[in-house]
């Protein structure tokens, strides 16, 4: 079956200017989350939405991120007035079962 | 403060030549430790879940094993296509997993 897909998969934008970085989740699973791979550093949890509940957005780095996930399935990650550091990989995964986690190929941003 | 640590940072191995890989975590109340492996431009695939000490899992070439400290990846008679690098990762509560550096794996013809 298809799998996680993201959009778009690579991004070059100008410090400043505001990003919309797009999931969708495997369909029927009820997780969804998203994460940051730096060069040379480990994957990063940002976020974390379960079914109805409110998310869990401990993980996300400042207030210029935020994530939103639309009728329980799509969900869009923003980053607003970009920095070169917010560079990365920016990686989104889905599951049934908590934990057992499936990836996304990632979308590769690029803060010029 | 959870912690998960992976050595080696590197290992290359020649076609045929089995080692393991190995992930120390420090974590209070241990709900599972799971591997993956991340090839290059791609997000990580999901390999393996381990539960309680003594545990083990097998998926071709690979075994997993889980201690009480630690969990070994077991490679044996690697083939060139299980070149990547492989992630392990314990969950902190709330859907998070916290990754180790990964190591990552060559294995040359």
């Known amino acids: 079956g298809a799998g996680v897909s993201q959009s778009p998969s690579n991004k070059v934008t100008e410090k400043g200017k505001d990003v919309e970085l797009r999931c969708d989740p495997i369909?029927?699973?009820?997780?969804l989350y998203w994460y940051r791979q730096s060069l040379g550093q480990g994957l990063e949890f940002l976020i974390y939405?379960?079914?109805?509940?409110?998310?869990?957005k401990s993980g996300l780095p400042s207030d210029r991120f935020s994530a939103e996930r639309t009728g329980g399935s799509v969900s869009t990650l923003t980053i607003q007035r970009t920095q070169q550091e917010d560079s990365a990989v920016y990686l989104c995964?889905?599951?049934?079962?908590?934990?057992?986690?499936?990836f996304g190929p990632g979308t590769r941003l690029t803060v010029t | 403060e959870d912690q998960v640590t992976q050595s080696p940072e590197a290992l290359r191995l020649q076609e045929g030549e089995s080692s393991s890989l190995n992930c120390s975590y420090t974590?209070?109340?241990?709900?599972?430790l799971f591997w993956y492996r991340q090839d290059p431009g791609k997000g990580p695939e999901f390999l393996f879940t381990?539960?309680?000490a003594g545990e083990e899992k097998e998926k071709e070439r690979l075994k997993a094993t889980l201690t009480k400290k630690e969990s070994f990846l077991h490679i044996t008679a690697p083939k060139p296509e299980d070149s990547a690098t492989y992630l392990c990762?314990?969950?902190?509560?709330?859907?998070?997993?916290?990754f180790g550096q990964g190591t990552e794996l060559s294995v040359k013809p």
């Open positions: 995964a889905s599951s049934l079962v908590v934990y057992e986690q499936y």
């Open positions: 369909s029927g699973h009820t997780a």
């Open positions: 939405f379960q079914g109805n509940s409110a998310p869990d």
């Open positions: 974590v209070s109340g241990l709900r599972g």
């Open positions: 381990l539960y309680s």
């Open positions: 990762a314990v969950p902190r509560g709330g859907g998070k997993l916290i």
